[in-house]
């Protein structure tokens, strides 16, 4: 007879790394808030460590589902849905490199090579499988395909300060450019064909990501905010009040893992805001950027909450 542990263990999903992204999320965004204000960098100090040991805790305990159900892992991964949310661990690993720059240097070096390595395999992986196979059904199609190939537009913000100069500018390239294409493909789902279901509906919010992280990263390439920056960032900002308009649909949802969709895209819209109002002495963004940092804090701590009623309650790694 299987034990209750192991079951658990078997269902363990990869989508819960998107809990590491959301909490490395919000320690950049306390640390951009603690640079505006002048404070003391203890919450993002703090926030960097939880994000690190949840990142161990979740790998260490995904290497043993993949030891002891090799098969429920490679099922995962043949799944045209949920092999787009493998790169939320290289994601995870060059946002931890990211928070570790300032205080470790050398630390950050090597897990931003690592994660690098393993997003790009990842990438030619979720790319190989959508043009060298049979044709892609149009309900596969979702915001969590920006995940593999956009999530590429991350690297530079922490390669540029490691002296990653033209890698940055390769992975940055690849994001922006596959951004567009696959924007468009998300678009042309949402337009003519049925809703996401109620599950993935969540995932919306990720295509707030690109153009944020994408004017963070120009900002690191470029070094100061110019016109394509602008840009980058006032589509975020669209996309921002046009998802505003859907609050009402999903607090309609019940609560499922997806929800931590919501965590990093609203977090790199507040780095980058903040980021925004400092650099070109906007108080009034900077305000702006204060305030989202309560609400991404608040939506953060909110998504902890639910996460671990839902663990005690049995709702976390059961069958899909």
């Not at 070109?280 to 701590?301: N, Q, S």
């Not at 639910?306 to 709702?315: I, M, P």
Request: charged residues 10%; hydrophobic residues 60%.
């Amino acid at each position: 007879m299987t034990e209750p542990n192991e079951d658990r263990l078997a269902n363990l999903p990869v989508p819960l790394f998107a809990t590491v992204m959301g909490t490395s999320g919000l320690a950049l965004a306390w640390r951009a808030g603690e640079t505006s204000w002048g404070g003391p960098a203890v919450a993002s100090t703090g926030l960097t460590w939880l994000a690190t040991v949840l990142f161990v805790v979740l790998l260490s305990a995904y290497t043993s589902k993949f030891l002891q159900y090799r098969r429920q892992v490679i099922d995962e991964f043949r799944h045209p849905v949920k092999l787009n949310f493998f790169p939320a661990i290289s994601i995870s690993l060059i946002l931890l490199a990211i928070l570790w720059r300032p205080d470790a240097p050398e630390f950050a070096k090597v897990l931003w090579i690592v994660g690098a390595l393993a997003h790009i395999i990842l990438t030619l992986v979720a790319m190989g499988r959508w043009i060298g196979h049979h044709p892609v059904a149009i309900e596969h199609i979702n915001p969590a395909w920006f995940i593999p190939v956009v999530g590429n537009i991350l690297l530079p913000i922490g390669g540029i300060p490691l002296g990653f100069v033209e890698l940055s500018w390769f992975f940055f390239s690849i994001g922006l450019v596959f951004w567009l294409v696959l924007m468009t493909l998300v678009f042309y789902r949402f337009i003519f064909h049925d809703p996401l279901p109620e599950r993935m509906m969540p995932t919306l919010v990720i295509v707030l990501a690109p153009p944020s992280v994408g004017f963070l990263s120009w900002i690191a390439l470029q070094g100061g905010v110019d016109a394509p920056g602008r840009i980058l960032y006032y589509v975020g900002a669209f996309l921002f009040l046009l998802l505003l308009t859907r609050i009402p649909a999903f607090l309609r949802l019940p609560f499922f893992l997806s929800w931590w969709a919501y965590s990093f895209p609203v977090a790199a819209f507040t780095v980058a805001t903040l980021e925004l109002g400092m650099r070109l002495d906007l108080p009034l963004m900077e305000t702006a950027g204060v305030v989202l940092l309560a609400l991404t804090t608040v939506l953060i701590l909110g998504l902890a909450n639910l996460t671990l009623r839902a663990a005690r309650a049995g709702r976390i790694c059961v069958p899909d």
